[in-house]
């Protein structure tokens, strides 16, 4: 077996929340990531593993590399012994889709090799999945495997294999030991590892979605659509304590989200009509059909019994003309709605609470209802 080592010192490693609980630090969490010689461990190796990890009294982390020199099983167990030794320091493994390929691959092969599995006990943190939870920010990619997503950071790769070749060319190292061959494949693994490094901060989204800004300014704005109209919008621009070095734009339902750096803007329509109140304990109104209203029956009983029923809970409303906008989740906001059976809801605009903090209050719910299950 052959191992590399290289210091990280030059590297930002920042697992300040984003995809990771508040607790977790830099000395407890291993990144991880395999090369195999096939997709099913049951008949093929795995012949390079990389890891990065930090040791408390380090003052920088290291990426270290397991390469079996080998196509055999005495190597393969050097390479997972070796992987166990560190696992067995740490509380989190954080990987890039290990939890379809590389977590199961490595039980596998320990399992049929008779190794003890000390990684199956750690807190598990896959990117890939952290990332699809936020899929309208990254539709513009052609797919959503890793490369794609350090092509969106600018990350710059040097590797040039495919899985494929790295299979074909470890079969050549093998046979050759050619040192430029294996320079090839230590490589790529260790592209793979600091371009894993290079997506964290795409992990502030989940701090944003969690109400992690402060707003800083709200205006309305007039914007020209196709049918050549102009449609008013409110634009709400944010600050975040946390940077994302790119450019991202997500569109859902209810709003337009971009974010770039330190700084975030969400666009929502407003609309223009009549809008309809429920009055929630409908058993004590009474419904005017000519008036088209619900009135409270302390006033009711002044008027003619004939102009006058009791109202049910589809009717008992009062009538807005105005300016809205949308209005979901549970904010004190009086709700408006079309109809009674509407799922859509909406407040007037603008609210009477205009101070940043309530703001930040109902955009939290906007976002809250934006966000994918």
Known sequence: MITTKEILCQENINIDKGFFPEEMCLEDTLFFDIETTGLSPGNSRVFLIGIITKDREDPFPVLLQFLAEENTEN?????LKAFSAFTQKKKYLVHFNGSSFDVP???HRCRYLGLEQSFSSLTQIDLYRELTRFPRFFSQMPDHKQKSYENLMGYPRTDQLSGKEMINFYQIYVKSKDIKIQNMLFLHNRDDLKGMLSLLPLGYLKNMFAGCFTVREVQEIQEPTLEGYQKRELLFSLEFPFSIPVRLTGVTDLCRISVEYSSGKIKMPLYEGTLKYFYPDYQNYYFLPYEDEAIHKSVAIYTDPSRRRKAKASDCYKKYSGTFVSAPGNLSLPVLKESYKSSASFALWPFRD???????????EILKYSRPV
Not at 75 to 79: F, G, N, P, Q, V
Not at 354 to 364: A, D, H, I, T, V
């Open 105 to 107: 691959y490595l039980s």
């Open 75 to 79: 190597e393969e167990k050097a390479l």
């Open 354 to 364: 205009m101070s940043p903090e309530f703001l930040r209050k109902y955009l939290l």
